[in-house]
């Protein structure tokens, strides 16, 4: 059974960081794109940053470019989301997201807030 399990979320203040965590099992880890996802209170979920499964090319979202990094260890079967320069409106539960073809499966959800 495929199990994808966040960790890492928390209360930072403004300009801090974080590094979200997603174990996966029960799947082919290697074979799938890895997605982490957000959702703020009030607004639809939005795809924060992807890893193909493919020479490990990522896409972001325009407002983590240059602040948010997405990697991952096939060897762990793990997918990580180093988050720097945290602003008040990434404040949100970010979601892990293993995704092949037409096959979705999601995690839990980790909370993140970022507040003074």
């Known amino acids: 059974q495929a199990q994808l399990v966040e960790s890492g979320g928390g209360l930072v203040q403004p300009g801090g960081s974080l590094r979200l965590s997603c174990a996966a099992s029960g799947f082919t880890f290697n074979n799938y794109n890895m997605n982490w996802y957000r959702q703020a209170p009030g607004k639809e979920r939005e795809l924060v940053a992807r890893?193909?499964?493919?020479?490990?090319?990522?896409n972001y979202a325009d407002s983590v470019k240059g602040r948010f990094t997405i990697s991952r260890d096939n060897a762990k079967n793990t997918v990580y989301l180093q988050m720097n320069s945290l602003k008040v409106e990434d404040t949100a539960i970010y979601y892990c997201n293993a995704q092949r073809f037409g096959t979705s499966y999601w995690g839990q959800g980790t909370q993140v807030t970022v507040s003074s």
């Open positions: 890893i193909l499964s493919v020479a490990s090319i990522t």
